[in-house]
T-cell receptor, first 115, second 113 residues
Framework: AQSVAQPEDQVNVAEGNPLTVKCTYSVSGNPYLFWYVQYPNRGLQFLLK????DNLVKGSYGFEAEFNKSQTSFHLKKPSALVSDSALYFCAVRDWGSGNTPLVFGKGTRLSVIA | NAGVTQTPKFQVLKTGQSMTLQCAQD?????MSWYRQDPGMGLRLIHY???????DQGEVPNGYNVSRSTTEDFPLRLLSAAPSQTSVYFC????????????FGSGTQLSVL
């Protein structure tokens, strides 16, 4: 079975400060890992994904995520937060060897960037 | 390029009524899916399809039916609406089932009274 956890419901950060949104996962094999962002009254938008290779993945809007196999984590980061980054962020996982099994999403973390 | 189009955007139903949420994509995607989003619950998969004529159940399929007669369309039917089905519904698609860059519609906000 595959699962993903986002341990923080809410993250608050001051504009200009670095931000981290945490994600841990569980799969039986190797993971596909994803981050999506949801702005108010909108559908989710793809930010970035990790499949294999470099543990640091760069994505849209200046976001990046670091894959850590030993800690089974895939935390989302940005060096300098903007007020416009305020949104709901979802981590998702899928096991490589699971055929057509769909992505499993975490419960989401609400990021609030304060000016 | 319209992407994933969902209709209606808002709907209010009475308990026991039936309705169909429409989803269409114009990207020739094989994979389509329906999620519901509830506060504190994240996104939960209702049904999905890996191609025309093929559908499968997700995490919370009870009370919902789907069909996939064409590549473009993936309607979600509520057979007899219940207050527990009050939620925001999202349709999502991707090129292939194994290509998980999902494209999401803008959602349908459903209230069942």
């Amino acid at each position: 079975a595959q699962s993903v956890a986002q341990p923080e419901d809410q993250v608050n950060v001051a504009e200009g400060n670095p931000l981290t949104v945490k994600c841990t996962y569980s799969v039986s094999g190797n993971p596909y890992l994803f981050w999506y962002v949801q702005y108010p009254n909108r559908g989710l938008q793809f930010l970035l994904k990790y499949i294999t290779g470099d543990n640091l993945v760069k994505g849209s809007y200046g976001f990046e995520a670091e894959f850590n196999k030993s800690q089974t984590s895939f935390h989302l980061k940005k060096p300098s937060a903007l007020v416009s980054d305020s949104a709901l962020y979802f981590c998702a996982v899928r096991d490589w060897g699971s055929g057509n099994t769909p992505l499993v999403f975490g419960k989401g973390t609400r990021l609030s960037v304060i000016a | 390029n319209a992407g994933v189009t969902q209709t209606p955007k808002f709907q209010v139903l009475k308990t026991g009524q039936s309705m169909t949420l429409q989803c269409a994509q114009d990207m020739n995607h094989e994979y389509m899916s329906w999620y519901r989003q509830d506060p504190g619950m994240g996104l939960r998969l209702i049904h999905y399809s890996v191609g025309a004529g093929i559908t499968d159940q997700g995490e919370v399929p009870n009370g919902y039916n789907v069909s996939r007669s064409t590549t473009e369309d993936f309607p979600l039917r509520l057979l007899s609406a219940a207050p527990s089905q009050t939620s925001v519904y999202f349709c999502a698609s991707s090129y292939r089932a194994t290509n998980e860059k999902l494209f999401f519609g803008s959602g349908t906000q459903l209230s069942v009274l």
